[in-house]
Each structure stands twice: as structure tokens, then as C-alpha cells.
């Protein structure tokens, strides 16, 4: 069974921190992505990677970065948190061969 | 430019009663669409997908590429099918990415 795991279910943040959510999955997957979701919004891609270290911007990149060191670990950084990212932050990983996107339990994000 | 349209925001349904969720797309190659379902206080998973022809749940959906539209239909609703349901189109990319819909959250009242 596919394993995706978020390091947190929670988080409480001041505006102004650095924040880091982790992802970890098992399946050797190349493709990583980090979505939020937001009510009435859906799903909103933040930051894609297929690979160790290559990443592709999604469409809401702006106040994100993304760090894939490993190719089982996919980070997502908030460089200075504000409160309109305060959300819950979505990991999910896929192979090319299989286009299914397996998801994390999510980590719900307040920032204050 | 691909794009998933998911009109009903909220649909409401009674136990027993048909149910079915909208889903078009924009896409001007050949799609792969997909289901995603999210039950309350679960992690969001695939339903079914069409390459797939399956029923899952007792759902079913089908292309309609005049169309252009990716519905999915259940003849008799149960409770258990609240959740919120995304449907998603793989635009052909090779690098895996997913256009998803914004989401129909459907409730199935006893």
C-alpha cells in the first residue's frame, strides 16, 4: 500500500515565521506535488517536482519555495507566513507509469 | 488550456435517489479523467478512472468526449457517499500533473 505521510496535522504560526511542512512516501515515486485547499476553491497546485532537486512552479507559487533533496522527502517552505496561508496543505505523490495521485492526511495550517 | 468545471458547488440527495455529480473539461487532446473523493476526516483517494471502465462503490462514469464532460452517476445514493468529490484530468504531461475541479460536496440525507 502507498504511504504518504505529512509531518504534522496541525500547526500553529505567527505571521513572519519560517514554516516547513514535510512529506515522506514510500513508493519510490519520481512526481511529488504540494496542493491547498481551500473551501470553494478546491485544489490549487503550489509546487510540483519529478525528480531529485527539479521543481516546477504550480499555480500559486508566490510566498512558496519547495526543497527535494531526496526522492522520497518533498518540503514545502513558507519563507514569511502571513495569514491568507493559513490553510490546509495537501502532499501527493504519482509515478509516470501510473498518473494515480496518492495523498497525505493532510496538515491543517493556522497563522496568526 | 486545460480546465476542470465542476458546476454544483453543494447537491443534496435523498438515500435511494439517483445522484449525479457534474464534471466538464477543456482539453484539446485525448483526456484521462479521473474521480478523487474525500470522506470526512479522510485523506482524499481515487474513486475510479475512465481508462479504468469500472464501478466502484457502485459509481460509475463515462466520457463524453462531444460533450467534453466526465459525470459521475450512482442509481441509488447511500449515506456513506457524503463527501466531497473532485473530479481531475491528466493533461498529458509526462511529469505527472493533475487539473483539478474546484470540488462538489455532496450530501446524502436519510
Known amino acids: 500500500d502507498v504511504k504518504v505521510t505529512q509531518s504534522s496535522r496541525y500547526l500553529v504560526k505567527r505571521t513572519g515565521e519560517k514554516v516547513f511542512l514535510e512529506c515522506v512516501q514510500d513508493?519510490?515515486?519520481?512526481?511529488m506535488f504540494w496542493y491547498r485547499q481551500d473551501p470553494g476553491l478546491g485544489l490549487r497546485l503550489i509546487y510540483f517536482?519529478?525528480?531529485?532537486?527539479?521543481?516546477e512552479k504550480g499555480d500559486i507559487p508566490e510566498g512558496y519555495s519547495v526543497s527535494r533533496e531526496k526522492k522520497e522527502r518533498f518540503s514545502l517552505i513558507l519563507e514569511s507566513a502571513s495569514t491568507n496561508q493559513t490553510s490546509m496543505y495537501l502532499c501527493?505523490?504519482?509515478?509516470?507509469?501510473?498518473?494515480?495521485?496518492?495523498f497525505g492526511p493532510g496538515t491543517r495550517l493556522l497563522v496568526l | 488550456a486545460q480546465r476542470v468545471t465542476q458546476p454544483e458547488k453543494l447537491l443534496s440527495v435523498f438515500k435511494g435517489a439517483p445522484v449525479e455529480l457534474k464534471c466538464n473539461y477543456s482539453?484539446?487532446?485525448?483526456?484521462?479523467l479521473f474521480w478523487y473523493v474525500q470522506y470526512s476526516r479522510q485523506r482524499l483517494q481515487l474513486l475510479l478512472r475512465?481508462?479504468s471502465r469500472e464501478s466502484i462503490k457502485g459509481f460509475t462514469a463515462d466520457l463524453n468526449k462531444g460533450e467534453t464532460s466526465f459525470h459521475l452517476k450512482k442509481p441509488f445514493a447511500q449515506e456513506e457517499d457524503s463527501a466531497m468529490y473532485y473530479c481531475?484530468?491528466?493533461?498529458?504531461?509526462?511529469?505527472?500533473?493533475?487539473?483539478f475541479g474546484r470540488g462538489t460536496q455532496l450530501t446524502v440525507w436519510p
Open positions: 513508493m519510490d515515486h519520481e512526481n
Open positions: 481531475a484530468l491528466d493533461g498529458g504531461s509526462t511529469l505527472g500533473r493533475l487539473y
Open positions: 482539453y484539446s487532446g485525448s483526456p484521462e
Open positions: 501527493a505523490s504519482s509515478s509516470p507509469a501510473q498518473e494515480t495521485q496518492y
Open positions: 517536482s519529478y525528480d531529485v532537486k527539479m521543481k
Open positions: 475512465h481508462i
